[in-house]
């Protein structure tokens, strides 16, 4: 076999590999609704009103604001600002109290949540759940646990670790392609989170759900 040869089945085998792991990444489609907290919290437990808003809304979709769960402690501070080391935008910081792994976390429902539903006669076709977080500081292990009304939240959709530190974020990309997740009338998801110890915190941005309402 010439080395041309060897060089162009070289070059055709990077290319399939290449092709299928782009396709393999293509899993958020258009955003149904988003949350980005754009406007600060003015009070340290105020857990409702301007900033829990979604900000990007699709057409024929309806959501809630995100809410906020009665479990998880009164913070110092409010849940939603900009923080130090400054990210130079607000987000939302989530000190989930005593919950120190995700067990814990569900266990003490230590989660915020938002709700999205299709208007009569369309559905929610859904590919994604994309967010960015990071830790509020340097102790480990800290994360979150997605889970769904469709089993009445009885069972984890995805669980990780958060690997940055305030103000590095991390892009997490859950996937819904699943036939669940596929022709609903309305859904909502919980985000619970854990952190070491109480005081310490995870901190969310740019929420989005992404697929299609037909």
């Given at each position: 076999m010439t080395p041309f040869i060897v060089r162009c089945r070289s070059l055709a085998l990077?290319?399939?590999f290449l092709l299928i792991f782009a396709g393999a990444g293509q899993v958020r489609g258009d955003i149904i609704v988003q949350y980005t907290f754009p406007t600060p919290t003015t009070t340290t437990d105020q857990r409702a009103g301007p900033g829990f808003e979604p900000t990007i809304l699709a057409d024929n979709a309806i959501a809630t604001d995100v809410s906020l769960s009665s479990s998880l402690p009164s913070p110092g501070e409010p849940f939603i600002a900009d923080r130090d080391p400054a990210y130079g935008r607000?987000?939302?910081r989530i000190d989930p109290g005593d919950s120190t792994n995700p067990s814990q976390a569900v266990a003490g429902g230590r989660y915020f949540e938002f709700t999205v539903a299709a208007d009569l006669d369309f559905f929610l076709n859904l590919d994604s759940l994309t967010f960015r977080a990071a830790r509020g500081g340097g102790a480990t292990p800290r994360g979150w646990v997605l889970r769904s009304s469709l089993d009445n939240f009885a069972a984890d959709i995805a669980s990780m670790a958060v690997p940055t530190q305030r103000p590095e974020l991390t892009d997490f990309t859950v996937d819904l392609r699943s036939d669940a997740?596929?022709?609903?009338?309305?859904?909502?998801?919980?985000?619970?989170?854990f952190a070491p110890n109480s005081g310490q915190s995870v901190e969310y941005v740019?929420?989005?759900l992404n697929?299609?309402?037909e």
């Open positions: 990077l290319a399939g607000p987000v939302l997740f596929q022709a609903l009338d309305a859904v909502t998801f919980r985000i619970y989170s740019d929420v989005a697929g299609s309402v």
